[in-house]
């Protein structure tokens, strides 16, 4: 199975299965003398992991990283720097049950990759969905790690915005609170909501959807290139290809359809610092594919957990109609733990046309009157 890799000078290639003995991934094209320690990286793997609430699956994974190579101590300080080689991370795989699945291992879970897979190669998976499992977006969140520290300055930060039909006031936005609540919630009134809509849909034995937003604040101005190396269509295919997303949007995305001319475009003036100063940001922080110097804004959406107690129709290998009840652990809404995720495709898009722009125009900026 080929297409394990993302990136092009920032390049992240991931292995393992949600039931095998690891995962882990390769991180290429880092540049030397960053301090990079297995903590740095931890920090973002304890928000994306299992079992830290109710509302999450209790699949209890420590998720404990280490870095296999491409660190060194500094020569003289003696903290530990990246080489500028490539940097391997794995994560040993602890709390596997693969009895679990073993009552459909030759049916098709509705909703799943289950049949895809089979149809195309022949063979899968099916304990946990093996490479399809959004296990393996453990290895992304550790490679975000790492690209944070790749572009100066850069700070990005995910929330929930809606579970199923529930929306947050967006008057109410307070990024402080985010890592309080169970929900990456940024809207205190919304908490307690969520969580009596979430403990119905878990009881039920059903799941439900989410919508996350993603905000990165300190974008330097000018990364991207047209036609086909857009920093939003990069962002938008890393964060396609997280588990369960169905739909992506940049800066306004669709509601962009409803406004006028007058109302989308975001218009400029002279900021007292000498630089050009936008009135607004319908366009997320991107015009052209190329960046503004403003945040740049994404949200997708995130479908429901195919993996439910209800009953569902489905056939199995041998082309028979059959009847599929999914037991096992897990989430009754995927999109809490997609929060961290979404962070690191973005981070890792940013600083990937970070070290892109470097290497053709080093750096060099053109500003408006200089």
Request: aromatic letters at 6%.
């Amino acid at each position: 199975m080929s297409h394990n890799s993302f990136g092009h000078l920032f390049r992240v290639t991931t292995f393992g299965e949600s039931h095998g003995p690891a995962i882990g991934c390769v991180v290429d094209g880092c540049p030397p003398g960053l301090p990079l320690t297995e903590a740095d990286i931890q920090h973002d793997l304890d928000r994306r992991k299992p079992g830290q609430s109710r509302f999450t699956t209790q699949r209890r994974e420590a998720d404990e990283v280490k870095i296999l190579s491409g660190v060194f101590p500094h020569p003289e300080s003696g903290e530990q720097i990246t080489t500028g080689t490539s940097i391997g991370l794995l994560i040993e795989n602890t709390d596997q049950r693969s009895k679990d699945y073993g009552d459909i291992k030759d049916k098709y879970r509705p909703g799943h990759a289950d049949f895809a897979y089979d149809v195309k190669y022949g063979v899968r998976d099916y304990r946990g969905g093996g490479r399809s499992s959004a296990r393996e977006t453990a290895m992304r969140v550790a490679a975000g790690a790492i690209a944070r520290k790749v572009v100066p300055g850069l700070v990005v930060r995910g929330a929930v915005v809606q579970i199923g039909p529930h929306r947050i006031n967006r008057a109410n936005w307070d990024w402080s609170i985010i890592n309080d609540n169970p929900f990456f919630c940024p809207d205190a009134a919304m908490v307690d909501v969520f969580a009596a809509y979430l403990d119905g849909v878990r009881k039920s034995g059903s799941s439900i959807g989410a919508v996350i937003e993603v905000v990165a604040e300190g974008v330097p101005a000018g990364l991207g290139a047209p036609v086909y190396g857009k920093l939003d269509t990069d962002i938008a295919a890393n964060l396609m290809s997280i588990n369960a997303v169905k739909g992506v949007e940049i800066g306004d995305g669709f509601a962009a359809a409803e406004l006028t001319g007058e109302q989308n475009a975001d218009e400029l003036r002279m900021g007292n610092d000498g630089r050009p100063l936008f009135l607004s940001n319908h366009a997320g922080g991107v015009v052209g594919g190329i960046s503004t110097g403003q945040a740049v804004i994404a949200r997708f959406a995130v479908k429901p957990t195919s993996s439910i107690l209800t009953p569902r129709q489905t056939i199995d290998r041998a082309g028979h109609e059959a009847d599929i009840l999914t037991r096992g652990r897990h989430d009754p809404c995927v999109g809490l733990r997609a929060v961290p995720v979404g962070e690191a495709m973005v981070a890792c898009a940013i600083a990937d046309h970070y070290l892109r722009d470097r290497a053709q125009t080093g750096g060099v900026r053109h500003w408006p009157g200089a």
